[in-house]
């Protein structure tokens, strides 16, 4: 219920405060956030770094549902909202990152979410520090976030210790 809560809210506040006219304008970085989050999936599926506890469903289709839900919203007003003066990004990204961990914190303490494999909130921290300069960084010259994309979960298997074996 947690998740399906989350979504509704994420959904909510995207009809609000979503650019749904130029929609189109940030199709490809959507795409690019929900292919993230479905590769990290597929290549900790073995080996996770955290697992949602759903009352209704399994961890992999929360995940999903949470990719295709939560994301796009993300994304319809993280991007349209992102100031031009670098000080005003770093806080716009920083809300941002506050607005993703704060949840999952929340999460871990009512045990909706668990953390494995030497993952933990700052981990989760660091990470969601990375991700939105990178989600802006693909709306903005999407080949070099490619190219970021392609090294960064051998990055995460080398730091994290995810052995290559464990991929499925």
Known sequence: MYYILLAVVSIVMCYKLGDWKNWRNYYSTILFFILSSVVCIILTYN?????????VINHTFTDLFISITVYPCTIMMFIPHLPSKITKVILHISSYVAVYTVPEFVAVKLGYF???NGWNIWCTLIFNFIMFPMLILHYKKPLYAWGIA????HILFFIMK???????
């Open 162 to 168: 995810i052995p290559y074996s464990s991929i499925k």
């Open 114 to 116: 668990s953390y494995y």
């Open 150 to 153: 392609l090294i960064s979960p």
């Open 47 to 55: 080996h996770p770094l955290w697992l949602y506890h759903p009352s």
